[in-house]
Each structure stands twice: as structure tokens, then as C-alpha cells.
């Protein structure tokens, strides 16, 4: 793969880690009443910010002229990759706000304004690959894909700084339950997708066939890998985080350690999405 590529691989994967973190602050912010939660959630706002920023970065040495991505906000009417421009940009700037404003109800607008927008620059996200000319990215497959990112990766990222922060309130051992099962369930979820994506390739047209091909070949090595780090590195270790959960433990090594091989997951899973796609005009 070329180097703008692997910006790409950088730029989703983090971003849509970084929406879904936010997300589940917001949902936990709705819920509770503790003001020692909502300091801390606001704490993990704040931490996600240079997160979005080294995305950014990223995105940057992928469209090659930053000064472009400006130009083409004009196209928002026509063009998922505007919108993605502007959904991205949005989210980043709005997550600034919520990480500092200190009037809760103002906060809360522009936290829910900014988890719009990153749901609606993961979508955004989808779309461009989803209307591309190549099979391996048209379907369903890219949205369980970056969704699943979203809120796998992001559901253990939240956990993790949730527990690097030391912050304690009444209900952190619920948010980091409630957490560490919403990210057990999506990885199931993507994992029964994959052999429906497998099959829908192989019954597609040549270049279809040929990604298809060329997972099952010499790409099958990652694809495991992406898998064996993603069940048996991070949903069991999940599992076994739940477990120590249970015992009122919080299992910080353990969490971390489950959230490394998570991430790992899925960084090879981006770049096999990218290095396995191949054009519709192929034959």
C-alpha cells in the first residue's frame, strides 16, 4: 500500500474510535445525575481531543493538498467526501466546546450536537467507499466495518480511559460493564459478517472474486490474525474483564492489555479493507 493509504488506515480508524468513545460519554452523561461522573466523562472528552487531532493529521497527508479539503466544502450538496470534510471537522471542533465548557446546559447541547456529527462523519465515512467502483466496498460489509470500529474500538478506549483517569463515582463499575459488553456483542456481530461478505465476493463479479480470492490467498495469514486479536486478545480478555468486574475489581492491566489487541484488530482489518480492494474493471 502507498503511504496515503496508510494515512487512511490512521485517519478512520482513530476517528471513528474517537466518535464512538465520545458517544457512550454522552449516553452515560444522560443518565446519571452524579456530578462527580459527569467531571469525569468531561475529563475523557478532554483526553480524546489529541486523539482527533493526530486523525486529522492523518487525513491531511491522505488528501495530499490540506488547502483542497476547503475548497471542496462547497460541494456538500453532491459529495460524500465534502460531507465527510465537514461532519469530521465538526465533530473536532464541537469536542473542543464539550470538553471545556463548564455551563451544564450548554455542554450538553453542543455534546449531543457533536455526537450527531460524528455519527453523521462515520456514515459519511461509508458512503464514499460504499458508492466507489469496487465491490469489496459496495454493501453492508463497510458499514459493519466502520461502525464496528466505532463501537468496538471506541467502547474499550472509553473503558480505558475511564480507568486511567482514577476518577471514582458511584457508577463506574456500570459504565465499565455496560462498556466492555457493548464491545463483546459488536465483535460478534462483525465476526458473523464476515463469511457473509466472504460469500457475497465470491459470488460476485471478477474483481469481487478476485478480493475474495486474495483474502482466502495470501491475505488469509492476516485476516486471521485480525480475528485471533480481535476475539481471543480482546473479547476474551473482555470477558475476563467482566469477570473481575463482578468481584467489584477493577482489571486496569488486563483492560489495557485486551484494548491493545483490539486495536491491533483492527488496524489489520483497515489495511486488509484497503489492500484487498480491487477495481470493478479488472478482466
Avoid at 157 to 170: I, K, M, S, W
Avoid at 247 to 266: C, D, F, H, K, N
Wanted: glycine share 12%; with cysteine.
Amino acid at each position: 500500500m502507498e503511504l496515503r493509504e496508510w494515512a487512511l488506515v490512521l485517519f478512520t480508524v482513530l476517528m471513528q474510535a474517537c466518535v464512538g468513545a465520545f458517544l457512550f460519554m454522552v449516553w452515560f452523561d444522560q443518565r446519571t445525575n452524579d456530578a462527580a461522573a459527569r467531571r469525569t466523562y468531561q475529563r475523557v472528552h478532554s483526553v480524546l481531543i489529541p486523539v482527533a487531532v493526530v486523525a486529522l493529521i492523518a487525513s491531511l497527508g491522505h488528501l495530499g493538498r490540506p488547502l483542497q479539503a476547503l475548497s471542496s466544502l462547497g460541494n456538500l450538496g453532491s459529495s460524500w467526501l465534502s460531507r465527510e470534510i465537514f461532519f469530521t471537522g465538526g465533530f473536532a471542533g464541537l469536542l473542543v466546546l464539550a470538553a471545556f465548557l463548564k455551563s451544564g446546559g450548554a455542554r450538553r447541547i453542543i455534546s449531543w450536537l457533536a455526537a450527531l456529527s460524528g455519527v453523521a462523519a462515520v456514515i459519511s465515512m461509508a458512503m464514499i467507499y460504499d458508492s466507489s467502483i469496487l465491490p469489496a466496498w459496495q454493501g453492508f460489509g463497510t458499514f459493519v466495518a466502520f461502525g464496528g470500529t466505532a463501537l468496538f474500538l471506541g467502547a474499550v478506549l472509553a473503558a480505558a480511559l475511564l480507568t486511567g483517569l482514577g476518577q471514582t463515582y458511584q457508577d463506574r463499575l456500570r459504565d465499565l460493564r455496560d462498556l466492555a459488553w457493548v464491545a463483546v456483542a459488536v465483535a460478534l456481530v462483525e465476526l458473523v459478517a464476515v463469511p457473509l461478505q466472504m460469500a457475497g465476493l465470491a459470488g460476485g463479479d471478477a474483481a469481487a472474486q478476485t478480493t475474495a480470492g486474495l483474502l482466502a490467498g495470501p491475505y488469509a495469514s492476516l485476516l486471521v490474525l485480525r480475528w485471533v486479536l480481535a476475539i481471543f486478545g480482546g473479547v476474551v480478555g473482555l470477558l475476563l474483564v467482566l469477570w473481575r468486574l463482578a468481584t467489584q475489581q477493577i482489571p486496569a492491566g488486563l483492560l489495557y492489555v485486551a484494548g491493545s489487541a483490539i486495536l491491533a484488530g483492527e488496524l489489520v482489518g483497515r489495511y486488509l479493507f484497503y489492500a484487498t480492494a480491487v477495481s470493478i474493471g479488472i478482466g
